[in-house]
Nanobody, 121 residues
């Protein structure tokens, strides 16, 4: 079983910064991609940023230049540094691990429980 535990959400003023962390635990061999998605009230879940095991990254246009995704493969942890936050960044942020190679030699996709980020004055 593989679990993702997120931390770092909270309330921040517009223009402020937050850093999210997500650590994977359990029994698995490797994780191909890790990343962050978000879901605002009344909207569909959308991709924010992803990072592959080799380091290549992908960002939503709305966060390019403001958010940075990084990964520590040794710790199976992914981070999201969020700067210049805007009210429209308010959402529940979910950690995702894709193509997780389990000990049963099957590939899994795993989601975290979500952490709320509120950008408001």
């Amino acid at each position: 079983q593989v679990q993702l535990v997120e931390s770092g959400g909270g309330l921040v003023q517009p223009g402020g910064s937050l850093r999210l962390s997500c650590a994977a635990s359990g029994s698995f061999f490797s994780i191909l991609a890790m990343g962050w998605y978000r879901q605002a009230p009344g909207k569909q879940r959308e991709m924010v940023a992803t990072v592959a095991s080799g380091g290549s990254t992908n960002y939503a246009d709305s966060v390019k230049g403001r958010f940075t995704v990084s990964r520590d493969n040794a710790k199976n942890t992914v981070y999201l540094q969020m700067n210049s936050l805007k009210p429209e960044d308010t959402a529940v942020y979910y950690c995702n691990a894709d193509r997780v190679l389990s000990i049963a030699r099957t590939y899994l996709e795993v989601w975290g429980q979500g952490t709320l980020v509120t950008v408001s004055s």
